[in-house]
């Protein structure tokens, strides 16, 4: 009786401690590299799209609200999600939110890690800094600014494997607008 007694106790706690995990949003897993169809059926959204898709041949970029992309997660309500594709390959993922105080570092922290020795200005009544982390796979730019009471929070997780993608993509903007000019 008492095997039983502990193994259920052990499968509960199994059980709360994978939805915890579950319930933290980690915007990584949407794969570097895959196309527009792969992360809109990831995200389970209708065929044939319902969201505004912007872009030409070579870059295309998915809005997709926060509260859809990360359910559970409060510092995603109002705070839109960008897919950025290049060369129909996820190469970028950004959100943004404007709010009363920061919200989102308290999500980049539980994702990316505390950052020790902050930016003083980080602190100030208006806000004004930037830091950075480095993952195996991407590289993640945070950024928070004033906004006449608010502030204003940036997040840009960008794939370190796609820089390639990004090179060629600015060479072909760079000679669209050199040809425009003549």
């Known amino acids: 009786m008492k095997k039983i ?26 794969s570097f590299g895959s196309s527009v169809e792969e992360i809109k059926k990831q995200l ?30 409060k510092a995603f309500v109002g705070a839109p999600v960008n897919f950025v594709f290049l060369y129909d390959k996820l190469v970028e993922i ?3 939110r404007l709010s009363e105080k920061p919200t989102m570092i308290q999500w980049a922290e539980s994702i990316y890690g505390e950052k ?17 982390w480095d993952t195996f796979n991407a590289t ?14 940036s997040i840009i997780i960008q794939s370190r494997r796609h820089q390639g993608y990004f090179e060629k993509f600015a060479k072909e903007e760079e000679e669209l607008l050199q040809g425009g000019a003549q």
Do not use: H
């Not at 020795?117 to 830091?131: G, R």
């Open 116 to 132: 020790d020795k902050k930016p003083k200005s980080f602190y100030d009544e208006k806000p004004n800094a930037q830091w950075l």
């Open 5 to 30: 007694n502990l193994t259920i106790l052990v499968l509960l706690v199994q059980l709360v401690f994978t939805s915890n995990v579950q319930a933290r949003c980690n915007l990584e897993l949407f």
């Open 44 to 73: 389970n959204l209708p065929e044939g799209g319902i969201l505004p898709i912007m872009g030409g041949e070579s870059q295309n970029v998915v809005f997709v609200p926060g509260e859809e992309v990360c359910k559970d997660e």
């Open 94 to 96: 950004q959100t943004m």
């Open 140 to 153: 993640i730019a945070y950024s928070i600014g004033p906004d006449a009471n608010d502030v204003v929070e």
